[in-house]
């Protein structure tokens, strides 16, 4: 199927609804106006893995225990200033001295253990927990004032990495996620959120580090990627954090990169009639991955293969991408029909708006690709919160068959970061479970070097030949426009995290 070129030109109505709903907030000064593609749901830290959330408070409110270097992996201090392992189950981290949360209380020993334990509690599915931790059992404690031990049952050897995404928080947040207001360590205050119309952050005065220059940072959404990228035309925004391709056409203003995730389609295989593999084989065969790029993705986007980019390691290089193949799609989904599978079955194609630019248009493109062979599909695109209650476990047990529209963020360095929440038996977000994947994810979560690698690689063989729990995309190419008052560069991390103290004035 071919797919013809999205329209560059920006509607008059369009235009109109962009001067109706512009930020009372203008940039000016030493303040800065970000607009992103939707409105948080939450803002609690511990869901700073979520990209509309982390873009507001990791690293600007709440600060994490070490960081990671996007541009090398590599892992250098935060909140923690030193760590190392004192035996193979064991680490220590020395946490920085002299600093105090946004309500005054002193970060210290006791107040990361809390934070973690709070992150880590089962009760809540905090996606910290559920995505980067969910098969490891952690005990945090207190041996100093300001030193922690990190006990795990099996070793865990990449632990400094992993608390890059831990977010620390004050002792004073309540147990229960979903706080409205966070206090964290980080050089900005979350000051306001007014639902529907704006979040903002403000500098705070008692920061252990330099001194940031943005005084006020005001965040702003909306959908149309169109309207976003001339915000920052007009001058009404500073940073429109992504953009479409057919919107980046000012080389003064936008900014490509290649960045760190990954889109799919999470196929449910425990329905019928996606429970049969050749309904699978033939889903990916069906979608013309090469008629999507350049059109609705943009030209740089790679083929995935498998959940993991090509720069993290446990990638398999040796996988080939599914080829577009409608005429086997079709006979697959022929004898899967003779043989009593119900592909005549209504299967919903549950689709978010905003999680990449022209996401609608790709969930319409790919249902037109897969009616043409034989299925039926409807569509469902939803905002965030309700495409979160299809997202992560417990599913319901009533729900019919369903394709997901889905895009997974690993700028880590390790692909424990993915495997187990997404293919895990008991992965939070996961809908296949298989014994042996099982079996490799355990073993390369506690290997190092040469074997950590082959293992996680062994793994993503048998999910992309043997499983195919996923419809395969793109790697994808992200684009943000930045207005030229400002110095900031946009990296593979911008689609996960803004760092408003690096952003400087002209």
Same mark, same amino acid.
């Given at each position: 199927?071919?797919?013809?070129?999205?329209?560059?030109?920006?509607?008059? %109505?369009?235009?109109?609804?962009?001067?109706?709903?512009?930020?009372?907030?203008?940039?000016?000064?030493?303040?800065?106006?970000?607009?992103?593609?939707?409105?948080?749901?939450?803002?609690?830290?511990?869901?700073?893995?979520?990209?509309?959330?982390?873009?507001?408070?990791?690293? *600007?409110?709440?600060?994490?225990? +070490?960081?990671?270097?996007?541009?090398?992996?590599?892992?250098?201090?935060?909140?923690?200033?030193?760590?190392?392992? +004192?035996?193979?189950?064991?680490?220590?981290?020395?946490?920085?001295?002299?600093?105090?949360?946004?309500?005054? =209380?002193?970060?210290?020993?006791?107040?990361?253990?809390?934070?973690?334990?709070?992150?880590?509690?089962?009760?809540?599915?905090? =996606?910290?927990?559920?995505?980067?931790?969910?098969?490891?059992?952690?005990?945090?404690?207190?041996?100093?004032?300001?030193?922690?031990?990190?006990?795990?049952?099996?070793?865990? !050897?990449?632990?400094?990495?992993?608390?890059?995404?831990?977010?620390?928080?004050?002792?004073?947040?309540?147990?229960?996620?979903?706080?409205?207001?966070?206090?964290?360590?980080?050089?900005?205050?979350?000051? +306001?959120?007014?639902?529907?119309?704006?979040?903002?952050?403000?500098?705070?005065?008692?920061?252990?580090?330099?001194?940031? #220059?943005?005084?006020?940072? +005001?965040?702003?959404?909306?959908?149309?990627?169109?309207?976003?990228?001339? @915000?920052?035309?007009?001058?009404?925004?500073?940073? %429109?954090?992504?953009?479409?391709?057919?919107?980046?056409?000012?080389?003064?203003?936008?900014?490509?990169?290649?960045?760190?995730?990954?889109?799919?389609?999470?196929?449910?295989?425990?329905?019928?009639?996606?429970?049969?593999?050749? &309904?699978?084989?033939? @889903?990916?065969?069906?979608?013309?991955?090469?008629?999507?790029?350049?059109?609705?993705? !943009?030209?740089?986007?790679?083929?995935?293969?498998?959940?993991?980019?090509?720069?993290?390691?446990?990638?398999? !290089?040796?996988?080939?991408?599914? !080829?577009?193949?409608?005429?086997?799609?079709?006979?697959? &989904?022929?004898?899967?029909?003779?043989?009593?599978?119900?592909?005549?079955?209504?299967?919903?194609?549950?689709?978010?708006?905003?999680?990449?630019?022209?996401?609608?248009?790709?969930?319409?493109?790919?249902?037109? @690709?897969?009616?043409?062979?034989?299925?039926?599909?409807?569509?469902?695109?939803?905002?965030?919160?309700?495409?979160?209650?299809?997202?992560?476990?417990?599913?319901? =047990?009533?729900?019919?068959?369903?394709?997901?529209?889905?895009?997974?963020? *690993?700028?880590?360095?390790?692909?424990?970061?993915?495997?187990?929440?997404?293919?895990?038996?008991?992965?939070?977000?996961?809908?296949?479970?298989?014994?042996?994947?099982?079996?490799?994810?355990?073993?390369?979560?506690?290997?190092?070097?040469?074997?950590?690698?082959?293992?996680?690689?062994?793994?993503?063989?048998?999910?992309?030949?043997?499983?195919?729990?996923?419809?395969?995309?793109?790697?994808?190419?992200?684009?943000?426009?930045?207005?030229?008052?400002?110095?900031?560069?946009?990296?593979?991390?911008?689609?996960? #995290?803004?760092?408003?103290?690096?952003?400087?004035?002209?």
């Amino acid at each position: 199927m071919k797919i013809k070129s999205l329209s560059l030109a920006i509607s008059s %109505a369009a235009i109109m609804a962009f001067g109706s709903f512009l930020s009372p907030a203008y940039s000016a000064g030493k303040d800065i106006t970000i607009v992103i593609a939707e409105e948080p749901d939450i803002v609690d830290p511990c869901e700073a893995t979520r990209s509309v959330v982390g873009k507001i408070v990791k690293q *600007n409110v709440a600060e994490t225990l +070490t960081e990671i270097n996007p541009d090398d992996g590599s892992v250098t201090p935060r909140l923690a200033t030193s760590w190392k392992q +004192t035996d193979n189950l064991t680490w220590e981290f020395n946490i920085r001295k002299g600093i105090k949360f946004h309500d005054g =209380e002193d970060l210290n020993a006791k107040s990361v253990v809390k934070s973690i334990n709070r992150a880590l509690n089962p009760k809540y599915d905090c =996606e910290i927990r559920t995505k980067f931790f969910g098969n490891i059992k952690l005990k945090a404690s207190a041996i100093g004032n300001h030193t922690i031990s990190v006990k795990t049952e099996t070793p865990q !050897p990449i632990m400094p990495a992993m608390m890059g995404t831990m977010t620390i928080v004050s002792p004073n947040t309540q147990e229960a996620k979903g706080v409205r207001n966070p206090k964290g360590t980080g050089p900005y205050l979350f000051n +306001t959120w007014t639902p529907g119309q704006s979040v903002t952050l403000k500098r705070f005065d008692g920061y252990w580090g330099d001194k940031p #220059e943005v005084e006020n940072a +005001t965040y702003v959404w909306r959908n149309e990627s169109a309207v976003r990228a001339a @915000m920052v035309k007009t001058g009404e925004a500073d940073i %429109a954090a992504s953009i479409g391709v057919q919107d980046a056409n000012d080389p003064k203003m936008d900014f490509s990169y290649f960045n760190s995730e990954t889109s799919r389609l999470r196929i449910d295989i425990t329905r019928a009639p996606l429970n049969d593999i050749r &309904v699978r084989k033939a @889903m990916n065969l069906a979608v013309d991955l090469d008629g999507l790029t350049g059109t609705i993705f !943009p030209k740089g986007v790679v083929k995935m293969t498998q959940i993991v980019v090509p720069s993290i390691n446990g990638h398999n !290089p040796n996988l080939k991408p599914w !080829p577009y193949n409608p005429a086997e799609a079709k006979k697959l &989904v022929k004898a899967a029909k003779a043989d009593g599978v119900p592909v005549d079955k209504e299967i919903v194609l549950i689709g978010r708006l905003g999680i990449y630019p022209n996401s609608t248009e790709a969930m319409e493109a790919i249902h037109a @690709m897969l009616t043409e062979v034989g299925f039926n599909i409807k569509i469902k695109m939803m905002e965030t919160a309700g495409w979160l209650n299809f997202l992560s476990r417990p599913y319901a =047990e009533d729900r019919g068959a369903a394709l997901q529209q889905s895009q997974h963020d *690993n700028n880590n360095g390790d692909a424990v970061f993915s495997m187990f929440n997404k293919y895990a038996c008991k992965g939070a977000q996961s809908t296949t479970c298989d014994k042996q994947v099982d079996a490799w994810i355990k073993e390369a979560t506690a290997a190092t070097g040469d074997k950590r690698r082959d293992t996680w690689r062994k793994a993503q063989k048998k999910l992309h030949q043997e499983i195919i729990p996923d419809i395969q995309m793109f790697h994808m190419v992200g684009f943000s426009r930045v207005n030229p008052r400002i110095k900031f560069t946009p990296t593979i991390s911008t689609n996960s #995290e803004i760092q408003i103290s690096q952003v400087k004035f002209n």
